[in-house]
């Protein structure tokens, strides 16, 4: 019979309909699927050990006869052990197996088997511990062996057994990389790769079958991410903004100067907005560099045609202050601006719905409340989302819904890597700000130690807030679930609460209702709380120019990007601001990572840092859509192979 690899799995000998159905909960349907769920480790069992050289943790196989089996007696709620004596011709070493009734059924005395397991050693004497046990075939070392994922229903030896098979029918894969791509790359062929992954002849074998296959993998998605994007781009059913509307109307207004970047960002904008093209450009922008009045120009040029425009924010203290500092930008020119969160009065929601349903209101401001059904636009041009990651893609999709094929911007202050935002973001098109507005004063950053340092620390808050200023403290918090270290950040606040008698402590976290933490930092801003101790992240985006310090504590467990968040939450006034970071350095890694909080105050350089040190871990978070799951690649570990990939 002339099997195909696009042929259903159960042409494999040995798959019926029972397995079949097993190995659909691997997503495998096709003897292609099988040969693509690759080993997730390996065994290597290429050489047989003489007992005589066996080392203490070594994990080996060795091949021998049993000479003795001793099975223990049976003791309630007690493991049963069964142990055998094995020797080749070197010597001899105890082999235990536990709770392993088929094995005692099966064992034979003086019969050759092969044990693959790890060397321990009890009471100064060496054994082998539950290995892998299998009838030696006579021959010699079985080789490399793969180790699968598998689910309830399948065992090793079986889809090592098919897997075998189904590589002799690989004749009719065709390689789908260009062979100048190949050469380029050093790389071996499609055959090659997926035979070695499996059944690698030896480590060099796999390391080339490997790299080529993870190659593979994150080019695919790269051309996915790309095709999408095309789509996009090829899709001239967009709004056609005015190009009478100049942003320059707008700019040449604002009290400030744009920096270079804002200029260059704007001018990529409003190319796309005067195309036919649906614009979807996610701005990226460190903390403060100036994105407000990004998203107010363009919302400016999309008005100024006869549409309408909303900005969307995470939270409605955000969404307010937006509200604020627009409604003023755009006093002069009769743009009418307004706010929609959930904790209007429904009277004068309902208002505001039919204004902005017959077109007066041209800007509207809100949180998700203005994802709701019943909130309708008359012409909807222009959406734009505020802090896009605390947003689901799909809340972002009901938003654009609301107008006919409206301009997407997406503004985020999470600095992502290049190579990783090729990624992350493949399918938009990314404009980065990466300048500051002239004239600030950096964030002094310090860091000390724990256990040392705390009380200079103190001292230094105590200055700051004697002088009127505020201060945020942070504490360590993983999941905003995390029992553990609320406790810790209460804990904190009891501290300083009885430290700062004086003054107004408050603690905020993250279980806490929005309205209530939005309440808090609303006194906050007013000054009415001198120290915030909080448990989550603090709100992103918040403005409180007299906040001028950030004591993080047990800094070492975050994250560098999150740290520099945490930081842009001061330095946002006419005051000097500092960070200061409590930490517990033990290893040179922390270390390093905290003194780059202290050299540099450049989100970007800091994310780059970042990846290099910890991996991209930390950035999938920021979006919250799926890339799909990868078989074989690993982006924390193949981040130069993305690199060559993008290339
Ligand atoms: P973010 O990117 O974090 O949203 P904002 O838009 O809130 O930053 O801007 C931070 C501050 O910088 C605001 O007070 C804003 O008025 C000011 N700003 C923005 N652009 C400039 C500029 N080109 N020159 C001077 N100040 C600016
Ligand atoms: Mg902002």
Redesign the pocket.
């Known amino acids: 019979m002339n099997v195909s690899i696009f042929d259903d799995v159960k042409s494999i000998k040995g798959v019926g309909p029972k397995k079949a159905k097993v190995l659909e909960a691997l997503d495998i349907f096709t003897i292609e699927d099988l040969l693509h769920h690759y080993p997730r480790d390996y065994e290597d069992r290429r050489i047989i050990r003489t007992i005589n050289s066996l080392k203490e943790d070594e994990t080996v196989l060795i091949q021998g006869k049993i000479r003795l089996i001793h099975k223990s007696r049976y003791v309630k709620g007690k493991k049963r052990t069964l142990r055998l004596l094995v020797s080749d011709n070197t010597g001899d070493i105890e082999v235990v197996f536990f709770n392993s009734a088929y094995l005692e059924r099966i064992l034979k005395k003086n019969v050759e088997y092969q044990f693959y397991g790890k060397i321990s050693r009890n009471n100064g004497r060496l054994q082998m511990l539950h290995p892998n046990l299998s009838v030696s075939t006579g021959e010699s070392a079985p080789g490399i062996l793969p180790i699968y994922s598998l689910v309830q229903g399948i065992t090793q030896n079986e889809i090592r057994r098919w897997q075998k098979e189904a590589i002799s029918y690989m004749k009719e894969l065709e390689d789908h990389l260009p062979l100048y791509l190949i050469k380029e790359n050093r790389m071996c062929d499609l055959h090659y790769a997926i035979e070695n992954i499996h059944f690698p002849k030896d480590v060099q074998k796999l390391k080339e079958s490997k790299y080529r296959l993870v190659y593979d993998e994150l080019f695919l998605l790269q051309l996915a991410l790309l095709s999408i994007k095309q789509r996009f781009d090829k899709d001239i059913s967009g709004i056609e903004f005015s190009n009478q509307i100049k942003m320059e109307e707008f700019v040449s207004k604002?009290?400030?100067?744009?920096?270079g970047a804002?200029s260059r960002v704007l001018a990529e904008i409003e190319k796309d907005m005067e195309s036919k093209k649906i614009m979807n450009r996610l701005i990226q922008?460190?903390?403060?560099?100036?994105?407000?009045?990004?998203?107010a120009t363009a919302a400016y040029k999309a008005i100024k045609s006869g549409y309408q425009a909303v900005l969307m924010a995470p939270t409605e203290i955000l969404a307010r202050q937006h509200k604020d500092?627009l409604k003023s930008m755009f006093e002069p020119f009769e743009i009418n601006v307004e706010l929609l969160t959930g904790s209007m009065t429904a009277k004068n929601r309902e208002g505001l719905i039919n204004d902005l349903k017959e077109g007066k209101i041209d800007f509207l401001i809100g949180t998700h409340a203005v994802i709701q059904e019943d909130v309708q636009f008359n012409n909807l041009g222009l959406v734009i989302t505020?802090e896009q990651h605390r947003f689901g893609v799909k809340q972002r999709l009901l938003l654009t819904q609301k107008g006919s094929n409206p301009d997407v911007l997406v503004?985020t202050?999470t600095p992502i890597p290049r190579t990783l935002a090729f990624i992350l973001y493949g399918d938009l098109d990314i404009s980065i700000?990466d300048e500051m507005?002239?004239?600030?004063k950096p964030v002094i950053t310090k860091v000390v130690n724990r256990n040392t340092g705390r009380e200079y620390a103190y001292d230094f808050v105590r200055n700051e807030i004697a002088k009127g200023r505020q201060a945020y403290v942070v504490a360590p918090l993983i999941e905003e679930s995390d029992v553990l270290d609320v406790k810790s950040a209460t804990e904190l606040y009891e501290e300083l609460k009885n430290r700062f008698k004086d003054y107004k402590v408050q603690l905020l976290h993250g279980s806490m209702k929005q309205l209530e933490k939005d309440n808090i930092m609303e006194e906050f801003k007013e000054g009415k709380i001198d120290i915030l101790v909080s448990t989550v992240v603090i709100e992103v985006?918040i403005?409180v120019?007299n906040a001028t310090i950030m004591l993080i504590e047990n800094a070492e467990r975050f994250g560098l990007a999150t740290l520099h968040q945490l930081r842009?939450r001061v330095g946002?006034g006419k005051y000097q601001s500092y960070c200061i970071l409590i930490a517990e350095e033990k290893t040179e890694l922390a270390k390093q990572r905290t003194q780059i909080m202290e050299q540099t105050t450049d989100g970007f350089i800091i994310a780059e840092k970042d990846l290099e040190l910890r991996g991209p871990g930390e950035f999938f978070g920021v979006r919250q859509h799926g890339i799909p799951e990868l078989k074989i690649a690993d982006l924390a570990k193949n981040i130069k192979v993305l690199e060559k990939v993008h290339k």
């Open positions: 604002l009290p400030y100067k744009l920096t804002q922008g460190d903390v403060g560099s100036g994105k407000t009045a990004i998203a500092t505020d503004m202050a700000i507005p002239p004239g600030r985006g403005n120019p842009g946002r």
